[in-house]
């Protein structure tokens, strides 16, 4: 596709967001780079995080609830001894303890016990609402926001490594979950407290911090609407179905789930939510 399809369409972009930059932030550079004002990002990144960012741009950015909802895998590091305002180290401590010598079986055995379904409760600094406020702008005037405790997934833990207090850790994890939140609860449970640190998104998906770039220009790292879609089923439509679609109109079709809606000349026009026997599109792109 050329630049200027992509502005007619919509594009996600695959930033590797470095740290010191909100995920806002690092997304208005990219719309600008490539000429869209319409933008939107899936999945917000700490402003210390780095990592995998997918950027959406212009139409685009009406397929989030589609791309939010694939796991994630993340790499991180837990400093155990601490206890922080904001779980991880770039917050205030609140305390400090005595970190006796763990062995790796240690460090296995509590990971065991966050694998998962989990209940975790949201970190005061985070952008729920708590009484129609942000979590964060209450922690930040001193108070002590009531934040839910959620049931989250995590899979696939691997432990990187294990220095002294500091663990090195991989794992994926549903939509939702907070790493901070998980250095905070492993390092309670380790009775040492524990802070995050070094957090970086990996993947989301399919899609691979490897297909990511630092730069903002970078047109490999440019996706068109149906490869940031790739993690779902397909179907290509003939031009009566095309024409259908284009009217929100439902299709007789035998897929269930999530299905992305591409004329032949791979153009998506639909997302659609399949139960074996109707797609019925859910965002029509098609004549919009």
Not at 219 to 236: H, I, K, Q, T
């Amino acid at each position: 596709m050329t630049i200027d399809t992509h502005r007619m369409t919509g594009a996600a972009y695959l930033l590797d967001k470095s740290a010191g930059i909100s995920s806002r932030m690092a997304a208005s550079k990219v719309a600008k780079q490539w000429g869209y004002r319409k933008f939107g990002h899936a999945g917000t990144l700490d402003p210390d995080a780095t990592g995998l960012l997918v950027v959406l741009l212009g139409k685009a950015t009406r397929l989030s609830r589609f791309i939010l909802s694939f796991r994630k895998t993340y790499s991180f590091g837990i400093q155990l001894g601490i206890r922080t305002d904001t779980d991880d180290t770039g917050g205030a401590v609140l305390e400090k303890r005595e970190v006796p010598l763990f062995e790796r079986k240690d460090i296995l055995k509590v990971i065991h016990n966050f694998t998962g379904t989990i209940r975790q409760k949201v970190p005061d600094y985070s952008a729920v609402k708590v009484n129609g406020e942000r979590a964060y702008s209450l922690a930040r005037k001193g108070l002590k926001p009531s934040t839910p405790v959620k049931e989250v997934y995590t899979e696939n833990w691997k432990l990187e490594e294990l220095i002294e207090s500091r663990i090195l850790l991989s794992v994926t994890v549903s939509s939702g979950t907070y790493v901070r939140a998980l250095a905070r609860d492993i390092g309670n449970e380790l009775g040492t407290g524990g802070a995050a640190f070094d957090i970086r998104r990996t993947s989301i998906g399919t899609l691979n911090i490897e297909e990511a770039s630092m730069k903002i220009d970078s047109a490999g790292s440019l996706l068109n609407m149906p490869e940031v879609l790739r993690d779902y089923n397909r179907e290509v439509l003939d031009e009566p179905q095309c024409r259908i679609v284009s009217h929100g109109g439902n299709l007789k079709g035998h897929q269930a789930g999530i299905v992305a809606l591409l004329d032949k000349d791979d153009n998506l026009l639909a997302v659609a939510e399949g139960d074996g026997n109707i797609l019925k599109p859910l965002c029509v792109f098609a004549g919009a």
